[in-house]
């Protein structure tokens, strides 16, 4: 951007006035002003990079604070946006004096990605997902770039996924199963990759200024796991059902979803040497790959 400073609370003002605008509390628009921040995300994720033909989709672009850099450094940028407003300045401001941008306005819970790959022919591309997440969509968004974007040889379309999100939101995203924080989005990132908090972000780096830090998280590739499931719907479903109640004994969790006799999941659970008595938060990985396999 040309006319304004998009790395300071007042050039951000000066955007926000000219477009008669406002930063959007509904759809938790807090918008990067840090240079050195941006900087520092740009270098986690070309450090993911794994062959130059490199793609990047970029959810949640705002004012453009990465796209711009993105733009500098990646031969293609596709840049999700849902508000129209800004979608409008991005392209009055991007796409002007880089075309390599092309920017999406659609709901990034909703957009059809696999479209988006056949479209484009980005079948043999090294994707790469990049995205500062508001809290109301992180785990949703998160949950189903893992279930929806697996192909059909049983490896994910894209390679590594770098988000900004809430830093106690970022805790339970790492979390081990077994562990206090750990929940279903924590068990299937572990499941499909391995997930690293790169470093923390101070709330004053954004504007307007949330309530709370965020961090920056990187998620990298595991094609292990995948490889050792049977019934890849079946994980996920299994997942979501113990940890909806996860103070519940999984063998009533069992029971309560699935159209077996009480006997028939205790025979499994014997067979897989797993107590009726456990609870979600003491399974490990293994042992819901397992659980995944039997039923």
Same mark, same amino acid.
């Given at each position: 951007?040309?006319?304004?400073?998009?790395?300071?609370?007042?050039?951000?003002?000066?955007?926000?006035?000219?477009?008669?605008?406002?930063?959007?509390?509904?759809?938790?628009?807090?918008?990067?002003?840090?240079?050195?921040?941006?900087?520092?995300?740009?270098? +986690?994720?070309?450090?993911?990079?794994?062959?130059?033909?490199?793609?990047?989709?970029?959810?949640?672009?705002?004012?453009?604070?990465?796209?711009?850099?993105?733009?500098?450094?990646?031969?293609?940028?596709?840049?999700?946006?849902?508000?129209?407003?800004?979608?409008?300045?991005?392209?009055?401001?991007?796409?002007?004096?880089?075309?390599?941008?092309?920017?999406?306005?659609?709901?990034?819970?909703?957009?059809?990605?696999?479209?988006?790959?056949?479209?484009?022919?980005?079948?043999?591309?090294?994707?790469?997902?990049?995205?500062?997440?508001?809290?109301?969509?992180? +785990?949703?968004?998160?949950?189903?770039?893992?279930?929806?974007?697996?192909?059909?040889?049983?490896?994910?379309?894209?390679?590594?996924?770098?988000?900004?999100?809430?830093?106690?939101?970022?805790?339970?995203?790492?979390?081990?199963?077994?562990?206090?924080?750990?929940?279903?989005?924590?068990?299937?990132?572990?499941?499909?990759?391995?997930?690293?908090?790169?470093?923390?972000?101070?709330?004053?780096?954004?504007?307007?200024?949330?309530?709370?830090?965020?961090?920056?998280?990187?998620?990298?590739?595991?094609?292990?796991?995948?490889?050792?499931?049977?019934?890849?719907?079946?994980?996920?479903?299994?997942?979501?059902?113990?940890?909806?109640?996860?103070?519940?004994?999984?063998?009533?969790?069992?029971?309560?979803?699935?159209?077996?006799?009480?006997?028939?999941?205790?025979?499994?659970?014997?067979?897989?040497?797993?107590?009726?008595?456990?609870?979600?938060?003491?399974?490990?990985?293994?042992?819901?790959?397992?659980?995944?396999?039997?039923?």
């Amino acid at each position: 951007m040309n006319k304004y400073n998009i790395y300071s609370a007042s050039g951000i003002k000066s955007i926000c006035e000219f477009y008669n605008i406002r930063a959007s509390k509904k759809l938790g628009q807090n918008f990067l002003i840090d240079f050195n921040i941006s900087k520092k995300i740009i270098k +986690t994720i070309k450090s993911n990079i794994q062959t130059s033909d490199t793609v990047i989709i970029e959810i949640g672009p705002g004012l453009g604070a990465l796209t711009y850099i993105l733009a500098d450094e990646f031969n293609q940028i596709f840049a999700v946006e849902y508000d129209k407003k800004l979608v409008q300045i991005l392209q009055e401001n991007i796409i002007i004096n880089k075309k390599n941008v092309n920017i999406i306005n659609y709901d990034a819970l909703k957009f059809d990605y696999k479209q988006l790959i056949n479209i484009y022919n980005l079948h043999n591309k090294n994707i790469i997902i990049c995205a500062n997440l508001p809290y109301y969509i992180t +785990t949703p968004l998160i949950s189903r770039f893992l279930e929806e974007s697996i192909s059909d040889d049983g490896k994910l379309n894209w390679t590594s996924l770098t988000v900004m999100v809430q830093k106690e939101t970022s805790d339970r995203l790492i979390s081990a199963p077994g562990t206090k924080n750990c929940g279903a989005i924590s068990v299937l990132v572990r499941f499909f990759s391995e997930p690293e908090k790169i470093f923390n972000i101070s709330k004053n780096c954004f504007f307007p200024i949330p309530k709370v830090d965020s961090s920056l998280i990187s998620f990298k590739i595991n094609n292990n796991n995948i490889k050792k499931v049977k019934n890849k719907k079946n994980l996920f479903k299994i997942t979501k059902i113990l940890f909806s109640e996860r103070r519940k004994m999984i063998l009533k969790n069992l029971i309560k979803n699935f159209d077996l006799k009480p006997q028939e999941i205790i025979n499994i659970l014997d067979k897989l040497n797993l107590s009726s008595n456990l609870r979600p938060e003491n399974l490990s990985l293994e042992n819901l790959i397992n659980l995944s396999n039997n039923f």
